[in-house]
């Protein structure tokens, strides 16, 4: 089964995720800007997800995951719960 490892921001608009994807671009440390800005819990481990298959995330979230190209700020990806900047760490065949 395929896997990927990834991490997010979780912002409540398109606006705050295009600056952070930004400032991240710049040069500022993913983990560092997930910590101080993203509303998921997962914020305060740097916005780590773990390791998880297809379907363990909303449709939207999925679709960047397994298609996106590694190592690359993606987004900002709306879903119901806000928009997100997506890493993806790493992904298995």
Known sequence: MTT????HI???SE?????LKKEIQAGADFAE???????????????DLGQF??????REFDEVVFS???NTVL????????F?????TSRTA
Not at 15 to 19: I, L, N
Not at 34 to 45: N, W, Y
Request: charged fraction near 25%.
């Open 4 to 7: 990927a490892t990834a991490r």
């Open 10 to 12: 979780l912002v409540d």
């Open 15 to 19: 606006e705050k995720c295009e600056e």
């Open 33 to 47: 800007v997930a910590r101080k800005h993203s509303t998921c819990p997962s914020g305060r481990e740097g916005g």
């Open 53 to 58: 298959g297809p379907g363990q995330m909303v």
């Open 68 to 70: 996106g190209e590694l």
């Open 75 to 82: 987004g900002p990806v709306r879903t119901q719960f806000g």
């Open 84 to 88: 997100h900047l997506l890493e993806v």
